[in-house]
C-alpha cells in the first residue's frame, strides 16, 4: 500500500506532489486503505499545468439509469429554480435593472477608454459626472420644490372653495364627477389618513433603500463589465462564440444608446415643460416639469399620464390655458416620436410603433414600471435575435 509524508502545512506544492492535500485532514496514514490507493494515483495526475489533472471520460449518455436520472434531475432543479426565482424576484429585478443601467453608460466609459483613459479612471470620471448632474440638480431644484409644496399646502383650502364655486373651471369639473365627495371620502377618518401615512412612509423608504441598492450595484456592474462579459461568452460553445459576440455586443450597444438617448430625450420634454408653465403663469412649474420629466422616461404612457396631471393643473388657472396646454403636449408628443425619438435613438433601436406599444404595455403589466422602461430595448434584442438567427433557419427548413 502506498504511504506518503504528510507535508509541511504552508507548502503551497503539496498538492502537486501528493494526491492528499496538506491543509486537509492531516495526519495523512496508511488506514485510508483504498483511498490512499486513489490519491497515489492523484498524485500521478496532478502536473504544474495541470494541478488538479485532466478531465475524465464523460459519462454513458445513453445509460437507462443515466437518462433517468438526469431526467428526475432536471425536474429538481426546473421546481427548485422557479422557487428560488419567485422567492427572490424582487431582488433579482433591482440586480437586472442595475445590470440595465451599467450596460446604459458603458458607451461613455468605452468612449473615454478608447482615448487612453484606465477603466478604473473613466469609470470614476463618468459616475462622478452623473453624481454631480443629478446632485446639482436637487440641490438646485429640492429648495424650489420645498417652497412650492408648501404654498400648495396653503393653497389647499382655497382650492376646495374653488370646487364648490360652479363658475370655475374645477367647480365645473367637481359638479360633473364629484370630486370633493372623493376627496371627503378619501380623507374621512383619522385612523385612515395614518394608515396611510405609515404606508406611504414605508414606501418611500423601501424605495430610497432599492436606489440604494440599484446604485451601488451598477457601480460595481460598470467596473467590472468586461470581466461580465467575457464570462458570459465563455459559457458559448467555442464554434458559435464568435457568431454570438457579434450579436451579443450589437445587443449591448442599443441598449446603451437607448438609455442615453431616453435620458436626453426626458430632459428636453421636462425644460419644454418647464418653459412652457412659466410662460403662462402655470403653479408649482418646477414640481410639474420634474414630473414629467421622470414620467417621459415610461415609453408611450410617460408623456400621456404627464399632460394630463399638467392640464389639470392649469385648470386653476383658466380654461384658455388648460386646453392650450393639452395641445402643447399633443404637439410635443408628434414632435417626439417622429423627431426626437428617430433621430437620438431610432437609427440604432429600429421598433417598429406596433412592437413599442405591445412590448410597453406587456412589460407594464409584467413587472410595472421597470418593465415598461426596460421593454423596448428587450424587444429591439429579440427582433435582433429573431432577423438573425430564426428567420435563416426557418427559411433553410
Known amino acids: 500500500m502506498a504511504t506518503f509524508s504528510g507535508g509541511e502545512p504552508g507548502d503551497r506544492a503539496g ?5 492528499h492535500h496538506p491543509l486537509i485532514a492531516q495526519p495523512h496514514t496508511e488506514d485510508e486503505g483504498t483511498v490512499a490507493e486513489a490519491e497515489a494515483e492523484a498524485a ?27 431526467g428526475a434531475a432536471g425536474v429538481g432543479v426546473a421546481y427548485v429554480l422557479a422557487q428560488a426565482v419567485v422567492t427572490a424576484q424582487h431582488t433579482l429585478i433591482l440586480i437586472g435593472l442595475a445590470l440595465f443601467l451599467a450596460i446604459g453608460v458603458e458607451p461613455a466609459v468605452s468612449w473615454l477608454v478608447r482615448r487612453r483613459f484606465p477603466r478604473g479612471a473613466a469609470v470614476s470620471a463618468v459616475l462622478l459626472g452623473l453624481l454631480m448632474v443629478v446632485g446639482g440638480f436637487f440641490a438646485l431644484a429640492i429648495p424650489v420644490v420645498v417652497e412650492q409644496a408648501t404654498a400648495f399646502a396653503h393653497q389647499a383650502p382655497r382650492y376646495l372653495q374653488t370646487l364648490q364655486d360652479r363658475s370655475s373651471p374645477l367647480g365645473q ?11 371627503q371620502q378619501l380623507l374621512s377618518g383619522g385612523s385612515g389618513v395614518l394608515d396611510a401615512a405609515v404606508s406611504a412612509g414605508k414606501a418611500v423608504l423601501g424605495t430610497l433603500g432599492d436606489l440604494l441598492v440599484v446604485v451601488v450595484l451598477t457601480i460595481y456592474f460598470t467596473a467590472d463589465l468586461p470581466r461580465i462579459r ?14 454570438v459576440i457579434l450579436i451579443g455586443d450589437e ?12 435620458a436626453l430625450i426626458s430632459l428636453i420634454a421636462g425644460s419644454v415643460t418647464f418653459g412652457w408653465l412659466l410662460i403662462f403663469g402655470v403653479p408649482y412649474a418646477l414640481l410639474l416639469a420634474i414630473l414629467v420629466a421622470l414620467l417621459d422616461l415610461i415609453p408611450v404612457i410617460g408623456t400621456v399620464v404627464g399632460g394630463i396631471t399638467v392640464s389639470l ?26 423627431l426626437l425619438v428617430p433621430r437620438i435613438i431610432g437609427k440604432v433601436v429600429k421598433v417598429p410603433a406596433l412592437v413599442t406599444v405591445v412590448a410597453v404595455l406587456l412589460g407594464g403589466v409584467l413587472l410595472g ?3 415598461a422602461l426596460v421593454a423596448i430595448p428587450v424587444a429591439a434584442a429579440v427582433l435582433l435575435i429573431l432577423h438573425e438567427v430564426t428567420y435563416p433557419r426557418l427559411d433553410r427548413t
Open 15 to 19: 498538492p502537486a506532489r501528493e494526491g
Open 44 to 70: 500521478q495526475l496532478s502536473t504544474p499545468a495541470r494541478p488538479l489533472g485532466e478531465p475524465g471520460r464523460r459519462l454513458d449518455r445513453k445509460s437507462p439509469f443515466f437518462v433517468g436520472l438526469l
Open 173 to 183: 369639473l367637481n359638479g360633473r364627477f364629484g370630486l370633493q365627495q372623493h376627496l
Open 230 to 243: 467575457r464570462t458570459f461568452y465563455r459559457l458559448v460553445p467555442r464554434s458559435r462564440r464568435p457568431r
Open 251 to 262: 445587443i449591448f450597444a442599443k441598449v446603451g444608446a437607448y438609455v442615453l438617448g431616453n
Open 313 to 338: 393643473v392649469a385648470l386653476t388657472v383658466s380654461w384658455p390655458v388648460a386646453l392650450a396646454t393639452v395641445g402643447f403636449f399633443l404637439v410635443y408628443r408628434l414632435l417626439e416620436d417622429y
Open 369 to 371: 414600471v421597470i418593465g
